[in-house]
């Protein structure tokens, strides 16, 4: 199951991806004197949108076969396994998932709204004990 990004932040990095481009091309095409620097623009242009196609593809959140993997293009992916989850911590919106040995931040403001819902019920699903989860707070309270 994908966890996806929200519409508005794939498009931007489409649309500055678009707009670097355009201006790199047009640095090359007018200057009579070509500079290094005008390339540039379109290396600009280039890395948004191989952004956006691996956004686009991969989303912000696989959770497959017990484990929640946050998708990277620059830099490692990290991963959780949902069964190592001693607590959960949320906070302006956005849930820590902790382990022994690692802690998963979740930025939930660059979620999906539906997306936001599968999250939300695959996470309150985890068996913890009421005090360590945010969403067994009615139980806590009876």
Not at 45 to 56: A, K, M, N, S
Not at 66 to 91: H, M, P, Q, R, V
């Given at each position: 199951?994908?966890i996806?990004f929200?519409?508005?932040?794939?498009?931007?990095n489409l649309?500055?991806?678009?707009v670097?481009?355009?201006?790199?091309?047009s640095n090359?095409?007018?200057d009579?004197d070509?500079?290094?620097?005008?390339?540039?623009?379109?290396?600009?242009g280039?890395?948004y949108?191989i952004?956006?196609?691996?956004?686009?593809f991969?989303?912000?959140?696989?959770?497959?076969?017990g484990t929640?993997?946050?998708?990277?293009l620059?830099?490692?992916?990290?991963?959780?396994?949902?069964?190592?989850?001693?607590?959960?911590k949320?906070?302006?919106?956005d849930?820590?998932?902790?382990?022994?040995?690692?802690e998963?931040k979740i930025?939930?403001?660059?979620?999906?709204?539906e997306?936001?819902?599968d999250?939300?019920?695959?996470?309150?699903?985890i068996?913890l004990?009421?005090?360590?989860?945010?969403?067994?707070?009615?139980?806590?309270?009876?």
């Amino acid at each position: 199951m994908n966890i996806k990004f929200k519409k508005k932040r794939l498009f931007i990095n489409l649309l500055l991806g678009i707009v670097w481009l355009g201006l790199g091309f047009s640095n090359i095409i007018s200057d009579e004197d070509v500079r290094w620097s005008n390339y540039l623009y379109f290396l600009a242009g280039v890395l948004y949108t191989i952004h956006f196609l691996y956004d686009y593809f991969k989303q912000y959140l696989t959770i497959e076969d017990g484990t929640i993997i946050k998708n990277k293009l620059y830099g490692w992916k990290n991963k959780i396994n949902l069964d190592e989850i001693t607590s959960i911590k949320a906070f302006a919106g956005d849930y820590t998932l902790i382990s022994a040995t690692n802690e998963f931040k979740i930025n939930s403001a660059l979620i999906d709204p539906e997306s936001l819902i599968d999250l939300t019920t695959i996470l309150s699903k985890i068996d913890l004990p009421a005090d360590k989860t945010p969403f067994n707070k009615e139980e806590a309270a009876a």
